[in-house]
């Protein structure tokens, strides 16, 4: 069966994103929507200026979800409720109560609710999560992981520097390290102390860290800035976060950037309506930051290539092969849940439990205690 799949959202997740979906042999890209004509242009398919006309038309079984954060709960919902199987950009909602309710519409229309794309499929995440389920290296026991980037120096929409509408670095990129911890762990997150940091013209938080607390007893730190000064990829070789070598200014080079440029004509460049991305093959697998995985037999290094296991007689590489495209793993693995009827592994219910590991932290930094993310689940109505 091959999967018609449209797209809601041709902004830069789509961008990134939408070249996987339609190498994949089981995937037929057959539509497009955004308000703006000239993404729908871009996309080069059957476009559609809103949600709405793109479900009455309907002549497609999956919907790709990559519009702005405080969309997704509409519509997620609103493609369950048609019977379309969805995938759904992180974070999967901006609260809650929104992620909560996309789980029970997806249940009740048996459809599939996969979040993603996610840094916690990265290959060589997958690969470390698949050393440590067969016994070979023990239980993760400490997890650190740390990230400093530009995100904040990146062309955005006010919405995307308003915490209350999901921007900030917590919701956009807290997401990934908690799906990437959470995987290694292989245990629910029973508290959590976080710290949220913001000192400069954008009105969001752009900074964090927090300490998890696994119920296995195993512990992980998660550490990250926007700021656009430190780059921690200085730490891999300069290999970025899409997989490709970066220029050791290119930090400099945002802050200066965007100081001078006009900002939406900034951020739609880098969407759809600058044309059809034309990805260059993969150099080195994507990643998000550094990620080392102290287990009870030996630690695991997450690297560009693959992942390095310091055992008793030294480091020893293990490489991962690199796909024929960026995040060709995640198209894989949307078209096997909706063949086999099977959830993914991070599905909805996954999305949800990550998503309050993040308000986790922020409720943590907000009232200087720990927090059990579960509680927040219970006590929605």
């Known amino acids: 069966m091959t999967l018609r799949l449209a797209v809601l959202g041709l902004g830069r997740g789509a961008v990134l994103t939408v070249p996987a979906l339609a190498a994949h042999d089981g995937i037929d890209l057959v539509a497009g929507c955004d308000p703006n004509p000239a993404a729908v242009a871009g996309l080069g398919k059957r476009g559609f200026a809103s949600a709405e006309a793109l479900l009455a038309w309907g002549e ?9 954060h405080e969309y997704h709960a509409a519509h997620a919902i609103a493609a369950a409720r048609a019977g379309k199987h969805v995938l759904v950009e992180k974070p999967m909602a901006v609260t809650l109560a929104e992620a909560q309710a996309m789980v029970a519409a997806a249940e009740a229309a048996g459809t599939v609710l996969m979040v993603g794309p996610s840094h916690g499929y990265d290959p ?30 990146r062309p955005r929409r006010p919405a995307e520097c308003d915490s209350a509408l999901g921007g900030g670095v917590v919701l956009s990129q807290a997401t990934h390290q908690v799906d990437i911890v959470r995987r290694l762990a292989a245990s629910p997150v029973v508290a959590v ?11 969001s938080e752009g900074a964090f860290t927090a300490q998890l607390h696994f119920a296995s007893g195993a512990a992980a730190t998660l550490t990250y800035s926007g700021y656009a000064r430190y780059d921690s990829d200085a730490l891999a070789g300069w290999a970025g976060e899409l997989g490709g070598l970066k220029d050791p200014q290119a930090h400099a080079r945002a802050r200066a950037a965007l100081a001078w440029a006009d900002e939406q004509a ?3 460049a880098r969407t759809f309506t600058a044309g059809w991305p034309e990805p260059a093959p993969p150099q080195r697998h994507e990643r998000f930051g550094s990620v080392l995985a ?5 630690d695991l290094e997450l690297a560009p290539q693959g992942v390095v296991v310091h055992g008793d007689h030294g480091p020893r590489a293990v490489p991962v092969p690199l796909p024929p495209v960026q995040r060709a793993n995640v198209a894989d693995a949307f078209v096997r849940a909706v063949r086999s009827g099977q959830p993914p592994l991070l599905d909805g219910r996954w999305g949800l439990d990550s998503l309050a590991v993040c308000h986790a932290l922020l409720l943590s930094a907000r009232e200087g205690r720990d927090i059990n993310p579960a509680e927040l689940i219970q006590g929605l109505p």
């Open 60 to 68: 497609f079984d999956a919907l790709y979800i990559a519009s702005p």
């Open 124 to 153: 060589p995440v997958e690969l470390a999560a698949r050393l440590i389920a067969a016994g070979e290296v023990g239980a993760a026991r400490l997890i650190e992981a740390r990230n400093f980037t530009d995100f904040l120096y």
């Open 193 to 203: 102390r976080g710290w949220t940091g913001g000192w400069d013209a954008r009105a």
């Open 266 to 268: 900034a951020k739609a």
């Open 294 to 298: 102290l287990c009870e037999r030996a």
